[in-house]
């Protein structure tokens, strides 16, 4: 199994620039995380899909964040426009019924 | 909003030391988890504990859940500087769907 892979690894825009972060979960994980990882604030949840439906977005920041899941086997967390906070690494983790959660290797996002 | 208190903050130990760390809060939890992120990485799952009062070991780490299912602590023998990273402790609450992630002890182990 190839894990949770995220794309990119690295993405560095200007301010104002949208942003899309992509994301396979493991295929037969049923519910799927976005995480923001910052050195302030550490790992905050910002949305929680299950079997593709949204169930908890009250972590998004705000409404220049949007997230989809149109399958089991793909996830896009979208962010416009994008502004210097935004600065972090994203993470996307699937589970299956939370017996753990399996994270990728994530998306080192700076916005300039 | 339910916190998970994470202590030491930081920890640079020689190789070949013991050390504890610890994840607290005031909340109850159905079941806790520690995870190990290296850098550059995500976190990697370690251990889930659900019964209060168990304790759970993988080689050199030994990890023990409260007994009133509030805290956790993380014990490592002889450490090696492989076991440098940052360690995460999760917790799940009953009726809930998410675990809650702790701030987090960055542990650094010298050769």
């Known amino acids: 199994d190839a894990g949770v892979i995220q794309s990119p690894r690295h993405e560095v825009t200007e301010m104002g620039q949208e942003v899309t972060l992509r994301c396979k979960p493991i295929?037969?994980?049923?519910?799927l995380f976005w995480y923001r990882q910052t050195m302030m604030r550490g790992l905050e949840l910002l949305i929680y899909?299950?079997?593709?439906?949204?169930?908890?977005d009250s972590g998004m920041p705000e409404d220049r964040f949007s997230a989809k899941m149109p399958n089991a086997s793909f996830s896009t967390l979208k962010i416009q426009p994008s502004e210097p906070r935004d600065s972090a690494v994203y993470f996307c983790?699937?589970?299956?019924?939370?017996?753990?959660?399996?994270f990728g290797s994530g998306t080192r996002l700076t916005v300039v | 909003t339910q916190l998970l208190e994470q202590s030491p903050q930081f920890l640079s130990i020689q190789e070949g030391e013991n050390l504890t760390v610890y994840c607290n809060s005031s909340?109850?939890?159905?079941?806790l988890q520690w995870y190990r992120q290296e850098p550059g990485e995500g976190p990697v799952l370690l251990v889930t504990?659900?019964?209060?009062?168990e304790v759970k070991k993988l080689k050199r780490l030994t990890f023990q859940f409260g007994d009133a299912r509030k805290d956790s602590s993380l014990h490592i023998t002889a450490a090696q500087t492989g076991d440098t990273g940052l360690y995460l402790c999760?917790?799940?609450?009953?009726?809930?769907?998410?675990?809650?992630f702790g701030t987090g002890t960055r542990l650094k182990v010298l050769a």
């Open positions: 504990v659900v019964t209060g009062g």
């Open positions: 909340s109850v939890f159905s079941s």
């Open positions: 983790a699937s589970s299956r019924s939370n017996y753990g959660y399996t």
């Open positions: 999760a917790g799940l609450s009953s009726g809930t769907y998410k675990y809650i």
């Open positions: 295929s037969g994980h049923n519910s």
């Open positions: 899909f299950n079997n593709n439906v949204p169930i908890d």
